[in-house]
C-alpha cells in the first residue's frame, strides 16, 4: 500500500541488531546443520549465558519472525535459512563487474541495444534509458567463468521456472500461500512507459517473489499456458523473453475490467497469435491460438 509504513521489515532489521539474538539465531541454524535441533539447555550452552532471565526475553523476540519450536527444540524458519544463505555466499562481498555485451534486441523506448549486465549483480537492461526486462540473482563466479549471453539465457530459463511454480500455488521455498496482483503502471513504478498493467508474486510467509512482471511474463511463465502450448505444439521456448516484443510493451494488452481485474493479452510465437486472458488473481480463464500465416 502507498506510503505504509515498512513494519515487517522495520522489527526484523531491530530483531537482527541485537548482538545476543544474533548469537541464539546463528547457534539454532548453523549448529542444527552439524547436530540437528537444539534444546534450550544447548542453546544457553553454545552462547555462554548463564541468565535464564535474559536468554528467555531475547529468545521470545526471535520466535515472532525467526525461529520456531518444534517437539521441545528449536529450528530456524525458512525466512532465516534464505536470510543466512545470503550471508554466507559471496553475493553480498564481491565487486565483480563483467562488461556488458548485446542480446540481440533493441529497446523499444530509445532504440538502443539490450544488454546483459554484471555490475555487482545481474541484469538484461537498456543502459541508455533503464528499459530492465530480467534480474536474477547470479553468483559472480559465475558471472567471471560463463559469458554473459550464456548466463542472460539460464537466468531467463530459472526466471520462467521459478514463476511457473508459483502460479502453482506453493512457495517452493518454504511451501506457503501465493499472493498474486495486478494493477495500473506509473511513470514512478515502472519509468519507461511501455506498461500499462504490472504484476507482483510472492509468498505470504517468506516473501519469496518476483516483481515486477508484464502481463506478457507471466503469459510466458504460466503453468496452464505452458501445457496448452505443449499440447498443440507451439514452442513457448523457442527465444528468450526479451526477444518477444510483447513481453515488454502492453501495446497487445486489453484491460477488460479493473474491478475485478480481467486483462487480455495477444501473443505472437511460433508461427501462432495466442490469445489469452488472466485474472487478477493469476488464473487463466482462456487460451486460444490462432496459425499465423509465414
Known sequence: MEGAEPRRETEL?????????LKILLAIARRQRERGPLSYAQIMDEIGMEDSGRFNYH???????????????????????????????????DDTVVDPVTVGAACLRCGDPIEAIYDYD???SCHTCGETRLTKDTSPKIARERSLRTVAAEADQRTRAHLRSMLDGRCLACGGD????????????????????ICT????????GIAPLSVGQVVLGHPEVQRYCDKHDIDLNERPQWEYTWTRTDRSTEILSRDPWHVRKYCY????????????????????HLLVAP
Not at 515472532?64 to 530456524?76: A, F, M, N, T, W
Not at 485474472?279 to 480463464?285: F, I, K, P, Q, S
Open 13 to 21: 532489521f531491530k530483531t537482527l541488531a541485537n548482538e545476543t539474538r
Open 59 to 93: 529468545l521470545d523476540q526471535l520466535q515472532e519472525h525467526l525461529v520456531r519450536r518444534e517437539d521441545g527444540k528449536y529450528v530456524p524458519s525458512a525466512s532465516t535459512h534464505r536470510l543466512l544463505g545470503l550471508l554466507d555466499s559471496e553475493l553480498l562481498y
Open 122 to 124: 545481474f541484469y538484461v
Open 178 to 197: 501465493i499472493e498474486f496482483r495486478m494493477f495500473d503502471s506509473d511513470e514512478q513504478f515502472y519509468p519507461c512507459g511501455l506498461l500499462d498493467v
Open 201 to 208: 508474486i510472492g509468498c505470504r510467509t517468506c516473501s519469496d
Open 269 to 288: 510465437v511460433d508461427g501462432s497469435r495466442l490469445i489469452v486472458e488472466l485474472a487478477g488473481d493469476g488464473t487463466l480463464e482462456y487460451v486460444d
